[in-house]
């Protein structure tokens, strides 16, 4: 979460950190800041709410030195006080991650601090420990630091230098024309260098500018710790490390910043990239089709797992692959990876993440491997961290994904794990041929009279079985993220077993049927729903089902193994429409972030 930009080089640099920081807003908008320094001091603004709210004071700063901040808060309200950049006496910090022994550090601290943030202990704690040289103190702060970060330092002592660290946070150095360049996420180096290096986990690198009088060029310098360390340990037996660098790589169209809504010819970038579903599930399965694969009919079990989203994909897989008769369990990787979990010999990971940034998903495929588990990432980002670190990866197609709640990468990633599922018992691989036409009639659905029921409930149910039991969960997902609506993707069976209770006059009951084994029992469970005065809304192709709906969603009539990856349009439509016939923002969700990279 947050996102960080930095730069050090011969020219102001305010309009770099500003358009860095519109790109990173989708990792988190509830306060920004920058802060830059010369040998005079340290000049900083930051402040409560999106980044739009400090561009006229970067903008109009000329320092050639600073770094700047987009916060989705963690420890501490988000207000203009915990905002970063942090700044103490001679030192300005930015910080993403969590530094877990912050309140033991705190108490050791002369002088208390403003904030209630973890990062402000840390600055602190560099401050203390600086005798002259600023890599020095970070990592010798660093050392007394338990947790995860990537940070930016910067010190009107050294006015000419940034020193930046990470532990389990991405972090990525650029090298462009007039200077060096640091961000959370290649996205905001895009257009501002040409080429990159990704420090290695437990590193520290310092950025520095040339001192016409000392130097020609700019330098890099860094060391690394003992990877995977925890505690603070790792950072003390430091070493240098190669510094290579490689061109920065061709991100797809539409990347951060989004492009003025005007400009899309859509309401909101969700809406935009409901749209873009038949053009992602076209460019997804061209790229199936050139996937590299182990050989997985030898896998004995296999592990499933992601985050939200993510996840809901996982148990459409679970139910496909049980029908295969393919021992499978799914996990959410927040679960899997703090429940002690041993793997079985011969076992597969499949991490399923959209941004391949997600801390939970990404600490799920390290436990794998440090139990030499094969592990294969299915992600939307080639550059990101769990196509890195996965030994094999599959690639959607989605195209940058910048709303919030998830919809195509959603899609495709249904694609690419039914796909895997045929490749796990050496089935043929599904027919995506006529997908691209089947989306374009699913995001054709109505969903008018869906939106006008369900404006003013304040809870709804979202019901299925087996495969349609995933998309209810992600459909249920979707109208609680954007509509704040509370809203439960429940198994249709389960209902009458307690919370069947909830149910009253005008309670909206939403049912997703696809399957048409599940047809019959589905009927019941909306049968004992609407005899105690459940509003029914039905998506279904068949007749039978939305026979039995106050308001029948039809969706296009496809092949059944298909029908999950165009049943959840609807509901996507549904919660974006609802979203904004309530007047809320479905591109910038309270509380959340899109990318979430702390734990
Ligand atoms: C869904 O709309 C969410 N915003 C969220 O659940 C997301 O899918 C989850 O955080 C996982 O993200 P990832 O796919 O990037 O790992």
């Known amino acids: 979460m947050c996102g960080i930009v930095g730069y050090t080089g011969k020219s102001p640099c305010g309009g770099f950190l500003y358009e860095g920081l519109k790109r990173l807003e989708y990792r988190g908008y509830d ?62 910090l930015v910080h993403n991650g969590i530094v877990e022994n912050a309140e033991a550090l705190r108490s050791q601290l002369l002088t208390p601090c403003r904030s209630e943030t973890d990062s402000e202990v840390l600055l602190h704690t560099i401050a203390a420990c600086y005798e002259g040289d600023l890599l020095q103190a970070v990592r010798n702060a660093l050392t007394q630091c338990s947790g995860s970060w990537a940070i930016a330092v910067i010190s009107d002592y050294h006015p000419e230098e940034i020193v930046c660290a990470r532990r389990q946070s991405p972090l990525v150095v650029g090298k462009g024309k007039n200077g060096i360049f640091v961000a959370s996420d290649v996205y905001a180096l895009h257009g501002l260098c040409e080429q990159i290096f990704l420090p290695p986990e437990d590193s520290l690198v310092r950025l520095r500018r040339p001192a016409a009088e000392r130097e020609e060029a700019e330098r890099i310098e860094g060391i690394a710790g003992d990877t995977g360390v925890t505690g603070g340990a790792g950072i003390a037996g430091v070493e240098a490390f190669d510094m290579q660098l490689s061109p920065l790589p061709v991100l797809p169209q539409a990347m951060p910043p989004m492009p003025p809504i005007q400009s899309i010819g859509h309401r909101t970038h969700m809406e935009a990239e409901i749209e873009e579903i038949p053009r992602a599930v076209s460019d997804t399965a061209r790229s199936l089709a050139q996937a590299n694969l182990p050989d997985l009919p030898k896998v004995q079990a296999v592990f499933a797992t992601g985050c939200g989203t993510a996840f809901h994909a996982c148990v459409a897989f679970r139910y496909r692959m049980q029908r295969y008769g393919k021992p499978i369990i799914a996990e959410q990787a927040g679960e899997l990876r703090s429940g002690c979990v041993r793997f079985p010999k011969n076992s597969l990971l499949v991490a399923v993440t959209q941004s391949g940034e997600t801390a939970d998903t990404l600490a799920a495929i390290r436990l794998a491997k440090s139990q030499n588990v094969q592990t294969l990432v299915i992600t939307n980002v080639r550059h990101s961290s769990a196509a890195r670190e996965a030994d094999f990866a599959l690639f959607t197609e989605a195209g940058t994904e910048t709303a919030v709640a998830a919809t195509k990468s959603f899609n495709c990633q249904l694609m690419a794990l039914y796909f895997l599922a045929a490749k796990c018992v050496g089935r043929p691989v599904p027919d995506f041929t006529d997908l691209p036409s089947l989306c374009e009639a699913a995001v054709e659905a109505d969903v008018t009279q869906a939106v006008k029921k369900l404006y003013k409930k304040r809870g709804m149910f979202c019901l299925g079985q087996n495969a349609d039991y995933a998309i209810a969960r992600e459909g249920a997902l979707k109208i609680k993220e954007i509509c704040y609506l509370f809203s439960e993707g429940y198994p249709a069976a389960e209902l009458k077993h307690g919370s069947l209770s909830l149910i009253e006059s005008g309670f909206p009951v939403l049912a997703i049927v696809t399957q048409k084994s599940a047809l019959k029992k589905m009927k019941n469970t909306l049968r004992e729903a609407k005899s105690r005065g459940a509003t029914t809304l039905v998506l279904s192709q068949y007749r039978e089902a939305l026979a039995e709906a106050d308001v029948p969603v039809l969706l296009p009539m496809a092949e059944e193994d298909l029908m999950p990856i165009l049943a959840v349009i609807p509901l996507q439509k549904i919660a974006v429409e609802l979203c904004l016939k309530k007047k809320l923002s479905p591109d910038y969700p309270r509380n959340l972030a899109k990318s979430v990279t702390v734990e």
């Open 31 to 92: 306060s920004a800041g920058a802060a830059f320094c010369t040998t005079e001091g340290i000049f900083c603004q930051k402040k409560r709410g999106k980044v739009q709210n400090v561009r006229s004071f970067c903008l109009r700063r000329r320092e050639t030195t600073g770094i700047a901040h987009t916060r989705w808060a963690t420890h501490g309200k988000p207000n203009d006080l915990n905002a970063h950049p942090h700044v103490f006496g001679h030192f300005a």
